[in-house]
């Protein structure tokens, strides 16, 4: 649990991806069990994670609501989908799932770093090249205002109508797999807001609280919950959750983004190749 949640807090995931494979390699659970128990303990890391980028004021709780309404939906029915696969055909589109998304964290930082970096280098020759011309009615800073601001309410309404539709399939992956549903919310808020990287991180993990809880539940209800697991997991993971997140803070983003998706890609792999010929 202090593994998955001092990763999950470092890079804006809930831990699961980590916690749900030593579940079963280790603690001898069953899929579903894993599943449904890992989804209880990123509850915890999420609510550590918001108290310790919240401290920093690294939290949007505007963009983290508009996620978490669509997403606890979204974890709801993923959680139910799980009765309708085997242990092993679960297991199976985990590891998959793991592979899939092992690259994208790496990829997301390498694309907002070229991002920033193509922007400033074009914005001197921009400035540069800009002639200032004396207008012939220039407008009153009253409208000019009210303008900017009609602007910016309709940009920030568009985007927070997009992040409550990546919060749909952030609930399903998080009912579905146990996870927190950063990998698909992390990015997102990456390449879709202007946020700064300790903000994503704090707002991913803020946002997965309640539909971890609605997957939770739900799978405690299916009888998926070891409760003599859940406690000690809870504790340990919202411990590691809060160090890490006071570390993400501190700490270059990049060599952490490279070896999580090489331990994120490891892990999908083994899985895959323990499940051969099953």
Known sequence: GAAGGAIGGMIGLGGGAIMVPLMTGFARMTQHQAV??????????????????????????LAALSVA????????????????FDAVQLARAFACFQLAVAPMVPVKGYLVRSAKG????????????????????????????ASALAQQAQERASELLLLAGIGIGCGL???MFGIGGGVVVTPSLCLLTDMPYACVLGTTLTSMVPPSIVSGLTHARLGNVVSAAALPLCAGSATGAFVGGQLAVRVDEEPLQLLFAVLIG???AQKLWSLRGK
């Open 266 to 268: 490891a892990m999908g």
């Open 173 to 175: 992956a998080s009912g």
């Open 118 to 145: 193509d922007g400033g280098a074009a914005a001197a020759p921009a400035a540069a090249a800009a002639t200032p011309a004396a207008p012939a009615a220039a407008p009153s800073a009253a409208l000019l205002s």
């Open 36 to 61: 449904g128990t890992s989804s209880v303990a990123v509850a915890a890391v999420g609510m550590a994670g918001c108290a310790s980028f919240g401290s920093a004021g690294a939290v949007d709780p």
């Open 69 to 84: 309404a669509t997403a606890m939906f979204g974890a709801r029915v993923g959680a139910r989908l799980t009765a309708r």
